[in-house]
């Protein structure tokens, strides 16, 4: 099985930063897209950022400019820097990896437990 253990969610003041980070463990053979996303309280979850194997980003509208999304292949983390966060940015924040595990044909989708970020004055 595959475990995405998430960290660097908390408390922040309007425009702070915040980088969130998601580590892979597990018997991992490959990660292919790895993504972050959100879920306000009674909102649905949605898509903050994507990045693929080969470094292909896709954000948000609402976030683009002010968030970035990134890879270490070597770790097989991936971080999310949050720049000039707003208050509409709270949310829990959920890692997401497409992953194949070692002696298996098939990728298939992983999520971390999320982590709580909170905009606030």
């Known amino acids: 099985q595959v475990q995405l253990v998430e960290s660097g969610g908390g408390l922040v003041q309007p425009g702070g930063s915040l980088r969130l980070s998601c580590a892979a463990s597990?018997?991992?053979?490959?990660?292919?897209?790895r993504g972050w996303y959100r879920q306000a309280p009674g909102k649905q979850r949605e898509l903050v950022a994507v990045?693929?194997?080969?470094?292909?980003?896709n954000y948000a509208d609402s976030v683009k400019g002010r968030f970035t999304i990134s890879r270490d292949n070597a770790k097989n983390t991936v971080y999310l820097q949050m720049n000039s966060l707003k208050p509409d940015d709270t949310a829990v924040y959920y890692c997401?990896?497409?992953?194949?595990?070692?002696?298996?044909?098939?990728?298939?989708?992983?999520w971390g437990q999320g982590t709580q970020v909170t905009v606030s004055s």
């Open positions: 997401n990896s497409y992953v194949r595990l070692v002696l298996e044909s098939q990728y298939k989708d992983y």
């Open positions: 597990g018997r991992i053979f490959s990660i292919s897209r």
């Open positions: 990045i693929s194997s080969s470094g292909d980003t």
